[in-house]
């Protein structure tokens, strides 16, 4: 089966700019995942998708990031505006369901720098 | 929220020999799951060993779970240089949905 898809795989924008990243999860998976991955740290969690309703968007930040999966299927997450820090990989994951006991399978990540 | 906290943050070996890393956590748990990354791309799930299990055992991986200590271990025998990663564990918190990961440890392989 293909695998999480996500777009672009680089990019490089300016700081107070806006940059979208798109993903598309694997064929009949319910639940998405958006993670931030600061080089050199682990995974953290950015907004989880059941369908098309937000599951945990606590670590969000809000003020600048957004995020939807409108019709429950490929989801966008979008930073406007960007900051330094936000340089980091973007990684998105699916799920069968949101149950304990399932596989989270990854993409590859998109990679932003800001500068 | 739950976060698992792995030890070493780096392991370096020679090709061959067993490599082995430790993961501690704080609260009760419904699975723990540890996954791999190599440098540059997204993560790939490993195994995952539920609460009630003490051992399981995948090809040459080995995850143990002792769950009075809190605390994980995964072994990796007989180690190549394919294997070097790094290598995260991700205490799965009985309340809540969320599956968060620790800081990662750096397995480097050398042939």
């Known amino acids: 089966e293909a695998g999480v898809a996500q777009s672009p795989r680089y990019k490089i924008i300016e700081k107070r700019q806006s940059v979208a990243f798109w993903c598309n999860p694997i064929?009949?998976?319910?639940?998405l995942y958006w993670y931030q991955q600061i080089l050199g740290q682990g995974p953290k969690l950015l907004i989880q998708f059941q369908n098309n309703g937000v599951v945990d968007d606590s670590q969000l930040p809000k003020d600048r990031f957004s995020a939807e999966r409108l019709k429950g299927v490929d989801s966008t997450l979008k930073i406007q505006p960007a900051k330094l820090e936000d340089s980091a990989v973007y990684l998105c994951?699916?799920?069968?369901?949101?149950?304990?006991?399932?596989?989270?399978?990854f993409g590859e990540g998109s990679w932003l720098t800001v500068v | 929220s739950q976060q698992g906290e792995e030890d070493p943050q780096a392991l370096s070996i020679q090709e061959g020999e067993n490599a082995t890393m430790n993961c501690s956590y704080k609260?009760?748990?419904?699975?723990l799951q540890w996954y791999r990354q190599n440098s540059g791309r997204g993560l790939v799930h490993l195994i995952l060993i539920r609460s009630n299990e003490r051992e399981k055992h995948s090809g040459r991986l080995r995850v143990t779970l002792d769950t009075s200590k809190k605390s994980s271990s995964l072994l990796i025998t007989a180690s190549r240089a394919a294997d070097t990663a790094s290598y995260f564990c991700?205490?799965?918190?009985?309340?809540?949905?969320?599956?968060?990961f620790g800081e990662g440890t750096q397995l480097t392989v050398n042939p």
């Open positions: 064929s009949g998976h319910a639940t």
């Open positions: 991700a205490p799965k918190e009985t309340s809540g949905s969320r599956l968060t």
């Open positions: 994951a699916s799920s069968r369901d949101g149950s304990s006991g399932n596989t989270i399978y």
């Open positions: 609260t009760s748990i419904n699975n």
